[in-house]
């Protein structure tokens, strides 16, 4: 099986000389675990979406334009109030696995926007990777680690395989969940160096909250 093209390639290069026993097709089904898993946990992969919304309306459904399927709505605001911070548009707005958003009644027809985290689906891929929006494929190269571990955690746990180590499997899966926490506290702080580390608890917010950063 060819060496898949960048950025997954240097992904597979690092997993294939810590286990070069590993068939490439249960490399990739290993991969793909780790990949659902990275972003269900990090939010790291959004996609906006307008909603046309309007009085008489209270049930949503959205589409996403890009590749992968939505996780979670991580924000619902309107643009014409977004400055200069997203806030929701109101309380109790919810979403539904089937694409679908649950919001009250707005007081006029008006637009808007819809902020979801992603994940990737079965991987479409000639190559059978994970298929990624083009402008999120930056995230493997700078948690490139984070799947390289969690892929090698989960080859290592895999029960009598010439490259089974559990011992390896736990150390690895520590490093994974350590980048992962990196990954995550990075979107808490907006990519910014030293961010607020205090967050108002989520429990006791109001429509007034800020956004999931």
Not at 166 to 189: E, F, K, P, T
Request: proline share 9%; net charge neutral; glycine share 4%.
């Amino acid at each position: 099986m060819p060496v898949p093209t960048a950025p997954w390639d240097r992904v597979f290069s690092d997993i294939k000389i810590a286990v070069p026993g590993a068939v490439d097709a249960v490399v990739q089904q290993e991969l793909y675990r780790v990949s659902i898993d990275f972003f269900d946990q990090t939010n790291m992969w959004t996609e906006e979406i307008p909603i046309a919304v309007d009085p008489g309306t209270l049930t949503y459904p959205v589409t996403p334009t890009g590749k992968g399927q939505l996780c979670r709505l991580l924000l619902l605001y309107d643009p014409a109030m977004a400055s200069p911070d997203k806030r929701w548009v109101q309380g109790m707005v919810t979403y539904q696995p089937e694409n679908i958003i649950l919001a009250h009644a707005p007081s006029s027809a008006t637009t808007w926007n819809a902020i979801f985290s992603k994940e990737p689906l079965d991987p479409p891929t000639a190559e059978n990777y994970p298929d990624i929006d083009a402008s999120f494929m930056w995230i493997l190269q700078a948690y490139r680690d984070a799947f390289v571990t969690g892929t090698l955690a989960n080859l290592y746990m895999q029960p009598a395989k010439p490259y089974s180590n559990l011992q390896l499997g736990r150390m690895n899966n520590q490093s994974y969940i350590s980048q992962r926490s990196r990954a995550r506290v990075d979107v808490l702080h907006s990519y910014t160096y030293n961010g607020q580390r205090w967050q108002f608890p989520q429990a006791y917010a109001t429509t007034h909250r800020k956004g999931w950063t």
